[in-house]
């Protein structure tokens, strides 16, 4: 689950479950990201490093954010 020993979290069942916890949390933000407004997505990916205690790889949250909201 940790990458390279550097505490970062990489794990794409882990990640996806907080993911889907903090967009449920935020109808609001995704709502705004699926109207345009693109920079929303950045206030969800906060959301996940900050549930996330800084360990997510930021690569993946986005990735996986951006499946979720356009799937």
């Known amino acids: 689950m940790l990458d390279n020993g ?3 979290v990489s794990d794409e069942g882990a990640l ?6 903090v967009v449920a949390d935020n109808p ?3 709502a705004d990201y699926r109207a345009g407004k693109k920079k929303a ?3 969800l990916v906060g959301q996940t490093m900050k549930a996330m205690q800084g360990k997510a790889d930021p690569g993946m949250v986005n990735d996986i954010l951006q499946k979720i909201l356009n799937g």
């Open 6 to 8: 550097l505490g970062t």
């Open 16 to 21: 996806r479950e907080v993911i889907e916890r």
């Open 28 to 30: 609001q933000s995704v």
């Open 41 to 43: 997505i950045g206030f």
